[in-house]
Structure formats: structure tokens, C-alpha cells
């Protein structure tokens, strides 16, 4: 592991840091306050920067990319379909 790839994993967990809760709370919750225009392209940034990260072999990037495109997918889900209120 190179100096390069510590500042990847340290990025990619400072991120996570953001998504996690922001994720748990929109599951909590059954809805999401983020705009769903935003999500969708987020979804899409995310998809795109894994494929380059992935033709690109680079681990700590397709982690990422992996885990902010589940995360805004799952926010994004429920954007567009909440839960219903009991």
C-alpha cells in the first residue's frame, strides 16, 4: 500500500461518514429530503466514476464509488417510493 492509496482510504472514509447516517435515517424514516434530481445524478456520477476506477484497477476508488452509488440508490428509492405513514 502506497501513500496514495492511504489518502483513497482515508477519503473514502470521510465520505462514508456523510452517507451512512444520511442513509439510516432515510431508511428510518421511509423518505428522503434530498431532491430526487439531485440523487439521480449522483447515481449516475457514481456509476460512472466506478466504471473508470474499475478499467483503472484502482481499489480504494471502486470502493467508493461502489458504496456512494448503494447509498444514494437506496436514498434515491425512497425519493421516489416512500413508505407509507401508518
Do not use: E, H
Request: charge should be positive.
Amino acid at each position: 500500500m502506497t501513500s496514495v492509496d492511504i489518502f483513497g482510504y482515508a477519503g473514502l472514509i470521510f465520505l462514508a461518514m456523510c452517507w451512512v447516517p444520511q442513509t439510516i435515517g432515510t431508511i428510518k424514516a421511509g423518505t428522503v429530503a434530498i431532491r430526487k434530481s439531485f440523487l439521480v445524478l449522483y447515481v449516475l456520477g457514481s456509476l460512472l466514476l466506478l466504471l473508470q476506477a474499475y478499467f483503472l484497477n484502482n481499489i480504494p476508488l471502486i470502493l467508493l464509488n461502489s458504496f456512494t452509488m448503494v447509498s444514494s440508490s437506496v436514498n434515491l428509492f425512497y425519493g421516489f417510493f416512500p413508505r407509507k405513514a401508518a
